[in-house]
């Protein structure tokens, strides 16, 4: 699973044999400029969704449910219906204070969900550092019980994020639906991570549970370097690049 933002990063994804994307609403920390993915709205996150399943192909699209969706169920019910109708195969909800009763509201009107444990950034980062859940045994508990009232409600994957590697393996002996893991070690089912991570375009952002492919990002600016050098040294664009009338 990779997430995608973008037309180019779903068609890049596809490109690449990615198994599914999602549209994750950390497109608002990651390119627009927003302290917290909660700030993110849903209307703002429709446009994405949509340039995403414009190149998407056949593979599966997830998208995520936008914080402003889960302040009430009518919202709920409507912004699902709308990704589900767009094309999506399925949803993302986050761990909240209601998350068992809204997955279940939304399986009762046959709209697949991937819950979300573990560090979830709508309401658990709140500016604080990053920091691994269930080195403790409350801890552990919690995302147990979590897990299995997301399996009780219907929810047919899960994403467990930055989640220590026993704590994950209790997990898998609690619940029998598919662990998608990111910062959870390697016995997670499946694994996702953020596009930019992978690709090392990210302003120098580092996590212990991120790597980075290809360093992208030097390349990035010594192309943007150049070509605002070719332009101030009048040597862009150059005859090559310029239009003529016929037999000029």
């Not at 009430?72 to 094309?87: F, T, V, W």
């Not at 997955?103 to 046959?110: E, G, K, S, Y």
């Not at 709508?122 to 801890?139: C, R």
């Not at 150059?238 to 009338?245: A, D, F, G, H």
Request: hydrophobic share 40%.
């Amino acid at each position: 699973m990779i997430t995608a933002y973008d037309s180019l990063t779903a068609n890049a994804a596809v490109n690449a044999n990615a198994d599914i994307l999602l549209v994750g609403d950390s497109v608002a920390t990651v390119c627009l400029g927003y302290e917290s993915t909660a700030e993110l709205t849903f209307d703002e996150f429709k446009h994405h969704v949509n340039a995403v399943l414009r190149k998407s192909k056949d593979v599966p699209v997830v998208a995520d449910i936008t914080y402003d969706l889960t302040q009430s169920n009518q919202n709920l019910l409507d912004g699902a219906d709308y990704l589900m109708r767009r094309g999506c195969g399925a949803v993302k909800l986050e761990f909240s204070e209601f998350y068992a009763e809204q997955t279940r509201l939304l399986t009762d009107h046959q709209i697949p969900v991937i819950g979300h444990i573990g560090i979830t950034p709508q309401t658990t980062l709140n500016g604080q550092p990053l920091k691994a859940l269930g080195k403790t045994d409350e801890e552990t508990d919690k995302l147990l019980h979590a897990a299995g009232k997301f399996q009780d409600a219907g929810a047919s994957m899960l994403v467990v994020e930055c989640v220590v590697a026993e704590a994950v393996n209790k997990i898998r002996e609690t619940v029998s639906i598919p662990l998608i893991g990111i910062g959870s070690g390697m016995h997670c089912d499946g694994q996702v991570l953020v596009f930019h991570d992978i690709i090392g375009w990210n302003n120098g952002f580092k996590a212990k549970f991120t790597r980075a492919f290809f360093e992208s990002e030097p390349y990035i600016e010594k192309a943007l370097q150049q070509y605002v050098e070719a332009v101030h040294n009048s040597e862009f664009p150059t005859e090559l690049n310029t239009y003529r009338k016929p037999g000029k």
